[in-house]
């Protein structure tokens, strides 16, 4: 497979753009938005600018990895010669599914359809298609030029054909590929997302604040980041997102979202991306400092 499409140009999407473009790839990158496109590419610029800063891409791969790179607003000619489609777009069900209709009337016969979701069915996804052996998650963690882990999830019906395919090529990406069954949040949300929901709760029910809830796991369980900015940089909606798939799909209430959680969300605070969240990023992601409404 030569030649690749990426469906959204939003953090994960110009994310597995930026590795495909560095791995050699011909990628087309789709967005309705066009100034979605302009940041989505000038984040990739900005990110193999880090690389080469480190000392682990040229000047001259960056140049080549960006000419690898072609954007369309219009979905017909961007999927129109793909072998594979990457799905990134908003973890809402009833997009997805609208997406992959469109994918499967748009695309060869032969295109393997992906989808980057972190809880949805792709069972699901899968049966709004017409090749349900060959839809697959392929979930990347963000960022994705840094983590190496891809989660590869097999629908019902996913053939071991196009398993082989994608796990070989995330090697190939130099990601390390691992292989789960298709439960609502699969392997990674399904332990993370009740980790951070039952951070919101203690917060929530005043067992202790902000920071002292992030410190308490950054320095007594070694986590790089603690829950609550964790599920700042993931987006609060995101996280919320997530653990409703849960919640529906396992009928258990140890899966309930959090009321504040659910009350930041419909306020639009919604963590890095909306400028606060649990904490407050008007001064930049690397000054966050607590958001005033949970000072003591």
């Known amino acids: 497979m030569k030649n690749i499409t990426v469906i959204g140009a939003g953090t994960m999407g110009n994310g597995i753009v930026h590795v495909f473009a560095q791995s050699g ?148 990406l130099g990601k390390v590929p691992v292989e789960c069954n298709d439960y609502p949040g699969f392997v990674a949300n399904r332990i993370l997302m009740p980790m951070i929901n039952e951070a919101c709760i203690a917060l929530f029910e005043g067992v202790a604040g902000v920071e002292e809830i992030d410190t308490i796991m950054k320095l007594g369980m070694a986590h790089p980041m603690g829950p609550l900015q964790l599920a700042d940089f993931i987006g609060l909606d995101v996280c919320l997102s997530i653990l409703n798939v849960l919640h529906d799909g396992f009928g258990n209430p140890k899966y309930a979202p959090c009321p504040l959680l659910v009350n930041m969300v419909m306020a639009g605070k919604l963590g890095a991306k909306s400028g606060e969240g649990f904490y407050d990023y008007s001064e930049g992601p690397k000054s966050a400092k607590v958001s005033a409404q949970f000072k003591k």
């Open 25 to 172: 790839y011909s990628v087309s990158l789709f967005d309705l938005n066009a100034d979605a496109i302009a940041r989505g590419i000038a984040t990739i610029g900005k990110n193999m600018d880090r690389q080469i800063a480190k000392g682990a891409l040229s000047e001259v791969d960056k140049t080549k990895a960006l000419g690898n790179i072609a954007t369309y607003t219009e979905m017909a000619p961007a999927v129109a010669n793909a072998d594979l489609v990457i799905e990134a777009a908003s973890e809402r069900v009833e997009i997805k599914l609208d997406i992959f209709r469109k994918l499967d009337e748009m695309t060869k016969p032969s295109c393997i359809l992906a989808t980057n979701t972190s809880s949805i069915s792709i069972t699901k996804i899968a049966a709004a298609t017409k090749r349900a052996d060959k839809v697959i998650g392929m979930h990347f963690m963000n960022p994705v030029p840094v983590m190496k882990l891809v989660e590869i999830i097999r629908g019902y019906s996913t053939s071991d054909e196009v398993t082989n395919t994608i796990v070989a090529m995330s090697q190939g």
